[in-house]
């Protein structure tokens, strides 16, 4: 079956520490894109990619790092630098960039600090 | 951007129609309205989508006003499993960003 694929379900950071979320799909999709969900809140844009070895910074970049190296597969780092780290992270993916398409979401990695 | 409005919650009873309203009143032409659940703790799932007209799917079906300044998501025969967190997002023309409000957090009811 396609689909977006998000691991691991749960992840703890200890403070300072780097940790990188996996995002893999395939749809064979050219847009992937990464939102932070804060508890009771909606969705925030963290970075987006249209098509491979380009993205850009959301509204919630600071902190975060990202890479697109294949299609189908656009991992996530959460740096040191990143504060407030514990939340909901989902991963999202479209066909292309194209106003009129929908996205495709992961079932997300929640993310706590220890 | 076009900002959304939406009830931060409504009921409905099972069986019934649930009508979730949107307000965006600085919608602009080119602008797609987009609606998508959550339910606790998974991924949003898309539902319909629309322009200008009207729109039907096996889910749902959206009402757009004529000025495009609302719309109404109608779920025709609400089920226990259709309570979620609604969001009602319009889509910046060539702009990959959409953006997610709060949302209406619709319970359905026994």
């Known amino acids: 079956d396609g689909g977006i694929t998000q691991s691991p379900k749960y992840l703890f950071r200890k403070e300072g520490q780097n940790v990188t979320l996996s995002c893999e799909q395939n749809?064979?999709?050219?847009?992937m894109y990464w939102y932070r969900q804060d508890p009771g809140q909606g969705l925030r844009l963290i970075y987006y990619s249209q098509i491979v070895n380009d993205f850009q910074k959301g509204d919630i970049a600071e902190g975060y790092s990202v890479s697109r190296e294949k299609k189908e597969s656009f991992p996530l780092t959460v740096t040191s630098a990143q504060k407030n780290p514990t939340a909901f992270y989902l991963c999202a993916s479209s066909i292309d960039h194209r106003v009129s398409e929908k996205l495709f979401f992961g079932s997300g990695t929640q993310l706590s600090v220890l | 951007d076009a900002k959304t409005t939406q009830p931060p919650s409504m009921d409905c009873a099972e069986g019934r129609a649930a009508n979730l309203p949107c307000n965006h009143s600085?919608?602009?032409?080119?602008?797609?309205v987009y609606w998508y659940r959550q339910i606790h703790s998974q991924g949003p799932q898309y539902i319909i989508h629309g322009l200008k007209n009207n729109e039907t799917n096996e889910m749902a079906s959206l009402i757009i006003t004529e000025d495009r300044k609302s719309s109404t998501l109608i779920l025709p025969h609400a089920t226990l499993r259709d309570t979620a967190v609604y969001y009602c997002i319009v889509r910046v023309y060539n702009n990959n960003d959409m953006r997610f409000g709060a949302g209406t957090r619709l319970t359905v009811k026994p």
């Open positions: 749809l064979n999709h050219d847009a």
């Open positions: 600085t919608i602009s032409g080119n602008e797609y």
